[in-house]
């Protein structure tokens, strides 16, 4: 193996073990993030890149001496060109960086070598993983690799070995692992649930826990419109048809040529994995899912459960009541009546809301000297006023009649010819039924008052009804009424 077998890998993985680890692993990161954006990394510009990053460096630098080399040492006494300069050669020494080589300029090259930006990479995909879309992205993956075996003339049908099979087989390995993780984060959730003990650390571990915010986002994905189930269905369908086609005479072909087997040998190597495929894809990614989704049940479980005991000061109350009811069963009911009045007194029951803006806004004042404008359209059909009207004049009959509107308009009016109720008049909702029983009972005979709709809308504490004047009715005598 070229790791152990090559000397200049020999200290390959030094940066990473000795106390400045975090600021050799950063400096790498941002000399392979500068080197995508230039077509040669020339020693210049790298030693320039580090210079900038050690200015706003957030690690102190600690003292070491144990390369070797007190060129390659790093120091908080150094200032950060040479610091740069000891990081470009101690990179050099461990393998990390391509050995001394003039470029077209006459500076050196200092290229990041593939095996350093392969092992970064790893790192940084399995230690400071990105979640999304990481399940999905496989699923894709294998659709499309395996899609390409049934169109003609595609690339990977002239070596579907190596193009088809196992890049298949990769993304199906990348798939397991991820399901692995997902199954490991509700295990890793359902632990900071159960060390919670106050009230606030609920709300922190909702809104803040970037572990349950990825799983969840990659998880209830999967689970909706069921997009995935289709690909996962048609992958199926492919791994059952791939065995009658040509591509997979090819495989067994190129297998045989690669690993100079016979064809008997190569068929079976083969068949071997197209059914480890096809039994992960039917049977496997089923159970998973399956046991993810019972895990994702119990974590919702647990944690409306320990939200209970948080909130009860870590007791259990519905597990004591539910084992005293059971205790009561057999009693005499009236036994029973005296045992359930007495536990209901220990609780006192209340309801509370989360406070909006809505509920601590002022009320607005109204501008003096402005007209009110339109009338507010009603938005009730014809049959929702008839019921309203309904109920106002049968529901209450004794209380909203003729008689007693009639009697709280003689008050109001005490000896005036028309009223035009504002909110020096309607104080109460009993002013406002009146009113709306007066509007009902205006063309009414034998009700002596009569409405008039004016334009506009009057708004008081109480409600806000359309501006009218009620006027006492003109009567008309007859020579026989007198």
């Known amino acids: ?3 152990f077998d090559n000397e200049e890998y020999e200290r390959f993985f030094n940066p990473l073990c000795c106390k400045n680890k975090r600021i050799y692993y950063e400096c790498i990161l941002v000399l392979i993030e500068k080197s995508k954006t230039v077509p040669v990394l020339y020693e210049t510009d790298a030693a320039d890149t580090l210079v900038l990053y050690l200015r706003n460096c957030a690690y102190a630098v600690e003292e070491e001496d144990n390369y070797g080399n007190k060129d390659e040492n790093i120091s908080s006494k150094k200032p950060e060109t040479e610091n740069a300069s000891a990081i470009l050669a101690y990179f050099r020494r461990c393998g990390w960086i391509s050995k001394r080589e003039i470029g077209r300029n006459g500076d050196n090259i200092a290229t990041v070598v593939p095996y350093c930006r392969k092992i970064i990479g790893a790192i940084e995909r399995i230690f400071n993983r990105d979640n999304r879309a990481a ?7 294998v659709y499309d690799i395996l899609n390409s075996a049934f169109i003609n003339d595609h690339g990977r049908t002239y070596r579907p070995y190596s193009n088809i099979l196992v890049p298949a087989m990769d993304s199906i390995s990348d798939l397991k692992n991820e399901l692995m993780v997902l199954k490991d984060s509700i295990r890793s959730i359902m632990q900071m ?23 969840f986002n990659d998880y209830f994905f999967i689970k909706k419109d069921g997009l995935i189930p289709g690909y996962i269905s048609e992958i199926e369908k492919m791994l059952r048809q791939i065995t009658n086609t040509k591509v997979y005479e090819n495989m067994v072909k190129e297998y045989q040529d690669l690993y100079v087997k016979d064809e008997t040998a190569a068929r079976e190597v083969v068949d071997s994995q197209l059914s480890e495929l096809q039994s992960f894809i039917s049977c496997d990614y089923v159970k998973e899912m399956d ?7 119990n974590y919702y479980n647990l944690y409306s459960t320990r939200i209970c005991m948080v909130l009860s000061n870590n007791i259990n109350m519905q597990t004591y009541l539910n084992d005293l009811l059971m205790a009561m069963k057999g009693f005499e009911p009236a036994m029973k009546k005296k045992f359930i009045d007495s536990i209901s007194g220990c609780f006192g029951l209340r309801s509370y809301k989360y406070i909006g803006r809505k509920s601590i806004e002022r009320r607005k004042k109204h501008k003096p000297n402005t007209k009110s404008g339109a009338i507010a359209t009603s938005s009730l059909s014809d049959e929702e006023k008839a019921r309203l009207a309904k109920e106002l004049l049968h529901e209450h009959p004794d209380h ?14 005490a000896g005036k010819e028309s009223v035009i109720p504002d909110e020096t008049i309607i104080k109460t909702r009993e002013d406002v039924m009146m009113a709306a029983a007066g509007i009902i009972y205006s063309g009414t005979d034998g009700f002596p008052y009569e409405i008039e709709f004016l334009d506009g809308t009057i708004e008081t504490e109480v409600a806000k009804i359309s501006n009218i004047r009620i006027k006492k009715k003109k009567m008309h005598y007859t020579s026989q009424d007198i």
């Open 135 to 141: 399940l999905t992205n496989h699923i894709f993956s």
């Open 193 to 215: 649930v159960i060390k919670i003990t106050e009230t606030n650390e609920l709300g922190q571990f909702i809104i803040k826990d970037e572990i349950m915010k990825s799983f």
């Open 291 to 297: 046991y993810i989704d019972k895990k994702t049940n």
């Open 1 to 3: 193996m070229i790791l």
């Open 400 to 413: 909203y009649s003729i008689k007693q509107v009639t009697s709280y308009f003689d008050n109001l009016f």
